[in-house]
């Protein structure tokens, strides 16, 4: 059935002309029975199965509540007086094309076909709950308006097909919790308008294909809790903003004024929020399970207001507000990619896993004061790059396990945050406690890598290599450029490109090959060395190379500040006397033994004088122990100026008048000097006057340097 009324009517017109008015129930006349009563399910063979009504003004109201109705209703350009009531109807079919209607009452609404709003404009509530469409729902182009209050209502709603609300415009909440669509959702091109409230509320929302919001204006909150995607869901180009104001704002885990909550959502398939997404507020995805992609290249997410301290640098807590991504506890099956991102607030993702990689290469991170990255356990399954990021904040990821490289290669990290109840300021990356399976990576590339607050790594444990090679660390002469306590790792590449700014930590490092230079050992602080482990040099130090030994003890002397430590040298011993290198080992010891009495004779102040002539004599006569060759040349020299004396002295008599024995001034010294073998000379002569004291020191002196010979030598056979 057709009816076709008056031509071109303005459906925003209030008062067409009269020839343009039909009552709603006379739509209905005419497809019952022949004689015109209202009797229905049952349709008259040969009638078309279709209702359409073009360019009226409908009076009244069109009331279908409760009824079975086995036509397709359509409306062209039609205006209507009163909202449609299909309450609790069974259609065919129905649809309103380029229509203005004051409402639509749909609720439990049964349609074996599509159900159609594209073109239209309701000015009012559109109530479609727990209604159930065989077939889909449009609401391509349409306007829906209703300020402050929901504009479209479709909690539990049921469609077979797809919802296609291309370049919808809703002023006011568009509701759809708990429905279950077949196809896809596309709202792409839309305008969802509710500042300050929910835009859109799909919380358990379940979409058995694509949810598209491509290039929509989002103003309010985007709520999608608990629902399901069984394939992608993307907001390419989309712009957030206005997110509605949290009620627990006191609350340390929420989010106020974010734009997309999506806790505990389930996408089978990649979320897209990238190439020119922005967010005026949060992106919230708590405890979500994707099983793609996650992209965020060339996004801006922005959740820091404008407020400016005293100091003139923007700041929010670094535990509660400011969030601009909040994606703790979520389940990525594939990679995150945020490159060229823009992320003004924190990004935190604490406890997050990833089977992938976290790239965030090129971005930009902004939360000064605070922690602009906040990932503490997260899980990475390969790699976490940053690469030439700019970071203005501090990047905190304790306890991180990455399968394969933590890159941060030629970025540069800024006014890093302070602990909340410690005066100290944090380091700017802070990787305590991590698991990396290959590298870490805080080297310079295109260019320098920087990080003012400096690189905390303690007990990390790194794979294969640790390297800062071309990094600038610390800005403060009271930082920390460098905290590596107990970090294990094959090889440590230390070879700044400045001396690091304040002290650095070193103690319990366990590394198979150091690489250094000169601008690591003269950090502006004093180096903590101890128990600090290395089995050799990135470059060996050659066994004619005095040079590089004495370079090497002034690196250490200037890092310890001049205090006192012997495992320092004691390792530096170690590890050239593995590589066969004893005589620059013993180098090494001696400077050893020599800074030992002088930290002695400093707390003697007394005896300081006499403590330093003993280790001057040890030094110089026997190398504390270590120079054997060196007491052997004593002992020789002691028997010469012996010899001499006894020689040119006057002469001895024989104890014993009756031994016949013949005076030899070299034996004689000999037999002094050496102890405990007996050449039979010393005791047979008679020492008068100043021999008596000669031979006397002659005596202590072989002695000492004997056993100093004797040392060295079993040490020796012990090697």
């Not at 404009?121 to 727990?130: E, I, K």
Request: charged content about 25%; some cysteine; hydrophobic content about 40%.
């Amino acid at each position: 059935m057709t009816d076709e009324g008056a031509r071109g009517l303005d459906v925003f017109d209030p008062s067409p002309p009269r020839s343009a008015r039909l009552a709603a129930a006379e739509v209905l006349r005419g497809v019952g029975e022949p004689d015109g009563t209202w009797r229905l399910p049952r349709r008259r063979a040969g009638i078309p199965p279709v209702v359409r009504v073009a360019d009226r003004f409908l009076t009244g109201v069109l009331d279908l509540r409760a009824v079975e109705f086995p036509y397709l209703l359509e409306f062209v350009r039609c205006r209507f007086e009163e909202p449609p009531d299909l309450r609790q109807g069974k259609l065919a079919g129905i649809g309103f094309a380029d229509c203005w209607l004051p409402g639509l009452s749909a609720r439990n609404l049964s349609s074996a076909n599509e159900v159609s709003l594209a073109g239209s404009t309701v000015d009012g509530l559109v109530d479609l709950v727990d209604a159930d469409v065989a077939g889909s729902l449009s609401l391509q182009d349409s306007t829906l308006r209703a300020p402050d209050g929901i504009a479209f209502h479709a909690d539990r709603l049921k469609l077979a097909g797809g919802l296609l609300a291309q370049r919808v415009q809703v002023v006011g909440e568009l509701r759809m919790a708990g429905a279950h669509v077949g196809g896809y959702c596309n709202f792409s091109g839309g305008l969802l308008n509710n500042p300050l409230g929910h835009s859109f509320n799909g919380t358990g929302l379940h979409v058995g294909g694509n949810l598209l919001m491509n290039g929509c204006a989002l103003n309010g909150t985007v709520l999608l809790a608990g629902a399901r995607v069984d394939s992608a869901l993307t907001l390419r180009g989309t712009t957030a903003a206005d997110g509605r104001a949290d009620d627990d704002a006191l609350d340390p885990h929420s989010d106020p004024n974010a734009t997309l909550v999506f806790d505990r959502i389930t996408v089978d398939g990649d979320v897209q929020l990238d190439r020119g997404f922005r967010s005026s507020g949060t992106v919230r995805m708590v405890n979500a399970t994707l099983g793609g992609t996650l992209s965020l290249s060339g996004g801006t997410f922005d959740s820091l207001d404008d407020r400016t301290p005293v100091d003139g640098a923007a700041t929010t807590d670094p535990t509660g507000y400011g969030r601009a991504l909040h994606l703790d506890g979520t389940q990525v099956g594939g990679d995150i990619i945020g490159r060229q991102a823009h992320v003004r607030g924190q990004f935190r993702m604490v406890d997050l896993q990833a089977k992938g990689s976290l790239i965030l290469d090129g971005s930009t991170l902004d939360n000064p004061r605070a922690d602009a990255v906040l990932g503490n356990r997260s899980r990475i399954g390969s790699n976490l790059t940053a690469r030439e990021v700019e970071v203005t904040g501090g990047l905190e990821l304790r306890g991180v396990h990455v399968g394969a490289n933590l890159d941060l290669r030629g970025s540069r990290i800024t006014k890093p945050g302070r602990y909340r109840h410690q005066p100290a300021g944090k380091p700017s990356v802070d990787v305590g406690g991590a698991t990396i399976g290959r590298d870490l990576i805080c080297a310079g590339g295109a260019k320098e890598f920087v990080a003012h607050g400096g690189v905390r790594a303690r007990r990390a444990q790194i794979g294969r290599m640790a390297t800062f090679a071309g990094s600038v660390l610390g800005d403060k002469l009271d930082a920390h450029p460098l905290n590596l306590l107990g970090m294990q790792v094959q090889e440590l590449v230390v070879t700044p490109v400045s001396p690091p700014r304040g002290d650095v930590t070193l103690r319990q490092v366990r590394c198979t090959v150091l690489d250094d230079n000169e601008f690591f050992w003269g950090t502006t602080g004093r180096i903590d060395l101890e128990e600090f482990r290395y089995d050799s040099l990135r470059h060996p130090i050659d066994l004619r190379d005095d040079e590089e030994v004495d370079r090497r003890l002034r690196w250490l002397r200037q890092a310890m500040r001049r205090t006192y430590r012997p495992g320092p040298y004691d390792q530096f011993a170690e590890m050239l006397r593995a590589g066969g290198n004893d005589e620059h080992a013993a180098t090494v010891l001696v400077e050893k033994q020599r800074l030992r009495y002088r930290a002695v004779a400093e707390g003697r102040r007394w005896l300081r004088p006499l403590v330093l002539l003993w280790s001057w004599l040890q030094r110089a006569m026997v190398g504390y122990g270590y120079r054997p060759a060196r007491a052997l040349a004593w002992l020789v020299v002691a028997w010469l100026l012996g010899s001499t004396w006894f020689a040119t002295g006057p002469e001895l008599d024989e104890i014993n008048a009756d031994d016949e024995l013949s005076w030899n001034a070299w034996l004689y010294t000999i037999d002094l000097v050496v102890p405990i073998v007996d050449f039979g000379n010393k005791n047979r002569w008679n020492v008068p006057g100043m021999s008596q004291w000669i031979a006397s020191g002659l005596i202590v002196t072989g002695w000492v340097l004997a056993t100093t010979v004797a040392a060295g030598i079993t040490r020796m056979l012990k090697r």
